[in-house]
């Protein structure tokens, strides 16, 4: 275990990316503790972002533009590019999310039959309810929705997992929203619609290098937002 | 909990650097609800900075054309999940696109030659044709910063040019300048550091 002033010394290999992952994880585990550290990580990201406009310019080729835009007009790529929306869960699920690892295998091969959007969201939640590094987080119903309970599967490697239940009818126009909250700022994880019973669920990507301090379910406008504007129904410390 | 609902911050002051923020931000907003005209926009903005960089990185045109591809087909799917507190807009695209051309980079095996005195020679090239429009904001802040990385000691300058541009790990920048790790990391924190107090606030 190092000390403060050796940790520190990491910054900049962090802020370029240069550390192990064994370094990295030490590293972030003392970031959630050092608001000195997080400051001068802040002011380093900046530093490497203007590294990178200092290089000689460039004038891309005419027809890159046509090509790049061609990739997102191809039809699957706009749904893809919003906000994942699960349906709603089944009990099955949730049960099976409640008795976590033991359950991995059976709850996958489910998946693979009962899930529509595609085989990888299956494979994807068998692999973080899986991984080594899986936490579990347990969110609690706030003031909007006491009864509502909610829990998720996160594996910095894999991504994150969600499941809840007892969430309150959505009103019209309205969304939940899954966000994992970092020291930065909240990351959506995605958008949820319950069924009649109150049970959601979501599976979403999430960046290697966050730092994830607590998830939480907010209620959005339809389509979701870029960062939470509305109550908070669920939230749970990591 | 007070971090939830936080907003973004960049476009407050008022700035220039905080509108192009605003706008670039409002742009991706667009993109997360599946606007396609919002990604021509991005791309005209930001294609160059993006394909200037790749370059610098794996010195291949046909790789670097790739990677802009790569990343603003990223940005066009993950453009709900950007962060507006953790870089502007430019950061995260030249940050994607940095990790991106860094890959192709090793899983070439290729490594430029590495002539650090070169490099900066070059680094410190004005612009051989500058676009008003794009360069307006940033030209101050770039040639700041080039004045600045060019005024760093020999040793934290490569140190940062091997880390940042061909992506070599700190045990492989202490074998190739033949330091010592703890010196080779010292350096690189210190010349960024410096680089940090050159830039100033205005150009944030």
């Known amino acids: 275990m190092m000390d403060h002033d050796s940790l520190r010394e990491q910054s900049g290999a962090y802020a370029l990316g240069l550390l192990t992952l064994s370094e990295r994880r030490e590293f972030e585990a003392h970031l959630e503790t050092c608001a000195d550290c997080r400051e001068e990580l802040r002011e380093l990201a900046m530093v490497t972002e203007s590294l990178g406009r200092m290089v000689v310019p460039r004038e891309p080729p005419a027809g890159l533009r046509d090509r790049v835009m061609h990739a997102v007009s191809v039809p699957a790529a706009p749904a893809r590019s919003r906000p994942r929306r699960m349906s709603a869960a089944p009990a099955w699920l949730l049960l099976a999310a409640s008795l976590g690892l033991v359950a991995v295998g059976l709850y996958a091969a489910v998946l693979h039959q009962r899930v529509s959007q595609s085989e990888a969201l299956a494979r994807r939640t068998e692999l973080i309810l899986a991984a080594a590094d899986v936490k579990r987080v347990d969110l609690a119903g706030q003031d909007a929705a006491p009864n509502a309970s909610g829990r998720a599967f996160w594996s910095r490697s894999r991504g994150v997992m969600f499941t809840a239940t007892g969430l309150p009818p959505l009103p019209k126009g309205k969304v939940y929203q899954l966000w994992v909250v970092t020291g930065s700022a909240p990351l959506s994880a995605g958008l949820l619609t319950p069924d009649a019973a109150g049970h959601a669920a979501a599976v979403a990507d999430m960046p290697p290098d966050i730092v994830p301090l607590a998830v939480a379910v907010t209620i959005e406008p339809e389509g979701g937002v870029p960062s939470p504007t509305g109550a908070k129904y669920l939230v749970g410390a990591v | ?204």
């Open chain 2, 1 to 204: 909990m007070g971090a939830l609902l936080k907003h973004d911050t960049a476009a407050a002051d008022g700035t220039d650097a905080a509108m192009v923020s605003r706008r670039d931000l409002d742009t991706v907003r667009r993109m997360a609800s599946g606007d396609p005209a919002a990604m021509g926009e991005l791309y005209d903005r930001h294609a160059r900075a993006v394909y200037s960089l790749s370059c610098r990185i794996i010195s291949d045109a046909a790789d670097a054309e790739d990677v802009v591809q790569e990343v603003f087909s990223q940005a066009w799917r993950q453009a709900n999940r950007y962060d507006a507190e953790r870089a502007t807009v430019a950061g995260w695209l030249l940050m994607m696109t940095r990790t991106r051309s860094i890959d192709r980079l090793r899983a070439r095996q290729v490594r430029p030659a590495v002539s650090g005195d070169v490099e900066a020679k070059m680094l410190l090239q004005r612009d051989p044709s500058p676009d008003p429009e794009a360069e307006a904001v940033t030209t101050d802040a770039v040639a700041r910063m080039r004045a600045a990385f060019a005024a760093l000691s020999e040793g934290q300058r490569r140190a940062i040019e091997l880390a940042y541009f061909d992506g070599l790990t700190q045990a492989d920048i202490a074998e190739q300048l033949r330091e010592p790790l703890g010196t080779v990391k010292t350096r690189i924190r210190s010349g960024l550091l410096r680089l940090r107090a050159a830039m100033g606030r205005e150009s944030l």
